[in-house]
């Protein structure tokens, strides 16, 4: 086997990986598509919520962990649910008030292999898990 037969064989293998990963992306799009199908209807029937961010590493002695605790209290007194990340720190907070006034606690999952779970203030009924991070931004 010489040079160019080397050649015409990287080339070939080349070109078969980069069509199978490329077949696969384009499937990638219908599960995309459905996440987002599953997401909108699902949203459109919780009513209206207020979404609350901040950091998963925010601990519960800590100043501004109360403070999420307060206001999704306050927010879920005053008729809004609200929805998180579904995480630690402030997103637990926020959905600490909120089941706290017996309100709507909806928490929007991740699926990250060493992060995030969901924290045990959401509503089981409203806990909703996502793969792609940005259809779950969206959502929030």
């Keep these: 086997m010489n040079q160019n037969d080397e050649e015409k064989i990287k080339q070939a293998i080349k070109h078969q990986t980069w069509t199978k990963t490329k077949a696969q992306d384009s499937w990638s799009i219908f599960k995309i598509m459905s996440e987002f199908v599953d997401g909108f209807e699902t949203m459109n029937k919780i009513g209206p919520c207020v979404s609350?961010?901040?950091?998963?590493?925010?601990?519960?002695?800590?100043?501004?962990?109360?403070?999420?605790?307060?206001?999704?209290?306050?927010?879920?007194?005053?008729?809004?649910?609200?929805?998180?990340?579904?995480?630690?720190g402030i997103m637990e907070a926020a959905n600490k008030g909120a089941q706290a006034a017996s309100g709507k606690s909806v928490g929007l999952n991740i699926e990250l292999p060493f992060e995030q779970h969901a924290n045990p203030y959401i509503d089981q009924d409203k806990f909703f898990s996502f793969h792609y991070f940005f259809v779950r931004n969206i959502m929030l």
């Design 52 to 88: 609350i961010f901040g950091s998963a590493r925010t601990k519960p002695d800590q100043e501004f962990y109360q403070t999420a605790v307060d206001t999704a209290y306050l927010l879920t007194k005053n008729g809004f649910g609200v929805i998180t990340g579904g995480g630690s």
